[in-house]
Structures are given as structure tokens and as C-alpha cells.
């Protein structure tokens, strides 16, 4: 079973904020929420992650809702760069990160 | 810094055939993983090697056994290659108690 669950696609104007959903229902007390991007042909890289708080860095903010069952990625403006697949994961049992199938973030100029 | 390097970056192997997948990280880093990315699909750990000296399974370990040589190395070896294991495959690894995992380029496997 899935772990995370994100849409397929979505899209976004350049210059315009974006905000990626990811629902985690049965996420534990002791799992981190991690967010990875890929660009094509790439290994993924690290974005940002959090457990309970909102987490802000240079490239991003996560948004985790106060249940925790869901979060939101946010990137504060979009550019063409940004155009990638964003992996929302959980951190279980340590070192076992479960990836789900990602969101395809299509940036338009 | 070359961070973390894989090799070969492409094969192609006949169904029953063994290779070793190769990859180092200059980055001092006590942690190192494998993972298996299919087609359309996300990324799923087959195992992972929290310090020099131990490894353990992931979520999809059978088939493949691994080895961590020292700290910087960690090779992931398929003993009878399958169709099944066609994917590109990819290393990271990351400091003990940080979460961030730096990823390889990946190696891209056919089994025909």
C-alpha cells in the first residue's frame, strides 16, 4: 500500500507560488515527512523535510497539517528550473525512506 | 568533490548472468543506500548500510545482495539477473543522523 499519496501532475505559471499536496494518513508519531525532486535523467535531491512544524529554507516552506496526515509543499515562486517530479517520502524505521509515485510539476513561462 | 559516482552508467546483461554495480562517495558520509527505480514509478530502497561493517534489508531485497567495502563504497551485486530487475538503479548517502541523502546519476539496467 502506498504510504504517501500526491497528485500525478500539476502545472504553474512562472513567477507564481505553487503548492504541492501530499496526504500521509497512516503516518506514525516517529516518522519524519521528507521532500525529494527529480529532474529528468537525475538522481533525486533533497528539498526540505519536518516532523510536526513548518519548515522553512532556501528553497521551499513545508506546511504540516496539525494531525499530520497531510502537508504541503510550497515553492514561494516558480521558475522553469523548478520543473521536476517532487517526491513527498516518509521516514520510517530510521534509515527507510518510502517514495511515493511523485507530482510532475510542468512550469509554464 | 566528486560526490557520489556510480559505475557503469549502462549495461545490458542476458537473463541468469551476475554483475556487480559499483558506487563510491567522497564525502565522508557513515550512511550509503540502493535503490531501484522502475518505469514511471518512484524510487524503493532494496538496501542500505548505516555504518561501515553493517547492512540491512529495505523494501525489496531479494534478488540482490550487497557489499560495503569500506566507508566510501558500497556495491550492489544481482547474482542470476531477471527481466524483473531491469530499472535504473541508484546510490546515495548521508551523514549519520542528518536526513539529507545525496543521490548518484544512476546506472540503467536491461536483463533481456
Known amino acids: 500500500d502506498a504510504k504517501t499519496t500526491q497528485p500525478n501532475s500539476m502545472e504553474s505559471n512562472e513567477e507564481e507560488p505553487v503548492h504541492l499536496p501530499c496526504n500521509h494518513s497512516t503516518i506514525s508519531g516517529t516518522d519524519y515527512i521528507h521532500w525529494y525532486r527529480q529532474l529528468p535523467s537525475q538522481g533525486p535531491e533533497y528539498v526540505i523535510h519536518?516532523?510536526?512544524s513548518n519548515v522553512n529554507n532556501r528553497m521551499a516552506s513545508l506546511a504540516i497539517a496539525e494531525d499530520r496526515k497531510s502537508s504541503t509543499l510550497i515553492l514561494h515562486r516558480a521558475t522553469l528550473r523548478d520543473a521536476a517530479v517532487y517526491y513527498c517520502?516518509?521516514?520510517?524505521?530510521?534509515?527507510?525512506?518510502?517514495f511515493g509515485t511523485g507530482t510532475s510539476l510542468t512550469v509554464i513561462p | 568533490n566528486a560526490g557520489v559516482t556510480q559505475t557503469p552508467k549502462f549495461q545490458v546483461l542476458k537473463t541468469g548472468q551476475s554483475m556487480t554495480l559499483q558506487c563510491a562517495q567522497d564525502m565522508n558520509h557513515n550512511s550509503m543506500y540502493w535503490y531501484r527505480q522502475d518505469p514511471g514509478m518512484g524510487l524503493r530502497l532494496i538496501y542500505y548500510?548505516?555504518?561501515?561493517?553493517?547492512?540491512d534489508k529495505g523494501e525489496v531485497p531479494n534478488g540482490y545482495n550487497v557489499s560495503r567495502l569500506n566507508k566510501r563504497e558500497f556495491s550492489l551485486r544481482l547474482e542470476s539477473a531477471a527481466p524483473s530487475q531491469t530499472s535504473v538503479y541508484f546510490c546515495?548517502?548521508?551523514?549519520?543522523?542528518?536526513?539529507?541523502?545525496?543521490f548518484g546519476p544512476g546506472t540503467r539496467l536491461t536483463v533481456l
Open positions: 517520502i516518509l521516514r520510517e524505521k530510521g534509515n527507510q525512506f518510502y
Open positions: 519536518g516532523l510536526t
Open positions: 546515495a548517502s548521508s551523514p549519520t543522523g542528518v536526513n539529507e541523502q545525496f
Open positions: 548500510s548505516a555504518s561501515e561493517g553493517t547492512t
